[in-house]
């Protein structure tokens, strides 16, 4: 199976470095419609589906690959690989920034810098770390969705999303939840929200842009203050935003601190 039949990748824009846009959970690389096209005229855009989600082809879903955030690490490599040119910027929303994360990691001199979108190295509260959920929030959120996952992306996904004022926002991430398919939704809730990857933080030497909004249920602004100190060259820049998604719900706000943060690196790199 080819990587873009399997990740269901689209490539669009012009432009000597790329910039690559991976989707949270629930999601698929359609809410990134924003955001992505603000880049068309200066990048090469690339777009996909995660395994499992979207329009990927959910036969590639593996259980034992996926039982960890390295295996969507790994099939974001083969993506770069397969269908970026020259330095490559890698944007994830959510769990896809320790996915992008992950993947800087592991093949460092693949990436000039990376933007996570309301990030969290971990979701659950330990010691001193602000997650902004207790260990018994996570299992009752995981057992809720095991009992009645289309019940549950119903009355989550809206809270998740914010953006008060605005409900098609709203329904179209709620619409998202239920489309996936519930086992592997199931599955990957499980892996995002019982992970943990503080440990790899200081090792990600990349360039990075933390994009945190101002009130998140999802990710708390100490969960953006955590990266922020542990990442070796980071910037946090905070969205005056309700929600989780400022991609969607912030493009503009968004677009713009992406561009400013990226204005040095790229001459630099492209001299």
Known sequence: MSVQVRNNVHVRGRGEATMLFSHGFGCDQTMWRYLAPAFEDAFRVITYDLVGSGRSDLSAYDRARYASLHGYADDLLEI??????????????????MIGMLATIKAPERFAAQVMVAPSACYINQADYVGGFERGDIDELLETMEANY???????????MGAPGRPTLREELTDSFCRNDPDIAKHF???TFLSDHRADVPRSATPTLILQCSEDLIAPRSAGDYLARHLPRCELHVI??????????????????????LADILAATLG
Do not use: E
Request: proline share 7%; glycine share 8%; hydrophobic share 45%.
């Open 80 to 97: 770069v690989d397969a269908h970026a040119t020259g330095p490559v910027i890698v944007v994830g929303h959510s769990v896809s920034a």
């Open 150 to 160: 289309l019940g549950w992306s119903s009355s989550l996904a809206p809270a998740i």
């Open 189 to 191: 809730a499980r892996v």
């Open 240 to 261: 005056d935003n309700i929600g989780h998604c400022p991609h969607m719900s912030a493009p503009t706000a968004s677009s713009r601190a992406i561009d400013a943060f």
